[in-house]
């Protein structure tokens, strides 16, 4: 989860979640006050991330030096649930959790059921977020969904798309 490199970056404890070290000192200077960053408040965390663990919910900064974040907490969905009724776009890449695993799935699936009942243009991006959109049958309910969720926010970006600068030089030699 971003959430995670987010609050790891600001001090607040994760336990033992997986990390990009790189990314942590990027985002050591952003402002957690912005009205536009919605951090979790409550997280579902285990000892492993696996079908038989033992999962708990904590709220976010007391989570134990052996526990991994896996999902949101039930608080959390229903502030993105409020945050999402309100907005005009949606831009959403990524589960909200281990979402592979069916126990640690639950804060990704009622996310998109929400987004996909929304009144926003949506653009939703990622292999997980658009297999939890297929699983409910609510990807016709998307403005725009990618499989490629890094390029589908290179693209908003504005970055260059490799793939399609190859395309088209390519076109210009036929």
Known sequence: MIANH????????IGKSKLDEEMIGKLKGLELTSSK???PV?????????????????????????????????????LFSHIVEK??????????????????SH??????????KSKAFTIVGGGE????LDALGLSKKIGFISTGGGAMLDLLAGE???????LMRNKKKL
């Open 42 to 78: 409550d997280v579902v965390v285990a000892r492993k991330a696996s079908e038989d663990a033992v999962a708990k919910v904590s709220a976010v900064g007391n989570v134990e030096d052996n526990e991994i974040i896996l999902d949101i907490g039930p608080d959390t969905i229903e």
């Open 87 to 104: 907005a005009r776009t949606i831009i959403w890449n990524g589960p909200l959790g281990f979402s592979e695993i069916p126990q640690f």
């Open 37 to 39: 960053l919605h951090l």
């Open 129 to 132: 977020s658009v297999a939890a």
């Open 107 to 116: 804060g990704t699936f009622e996310f998109a059921k929400v987004v996909a």
């Open 6 to 13: 987010v609050l790891q970056a600001q001090g607040i404890a």
């Open 160 to 166: 260059p798309m490799p793939g399609i600068e190859a």
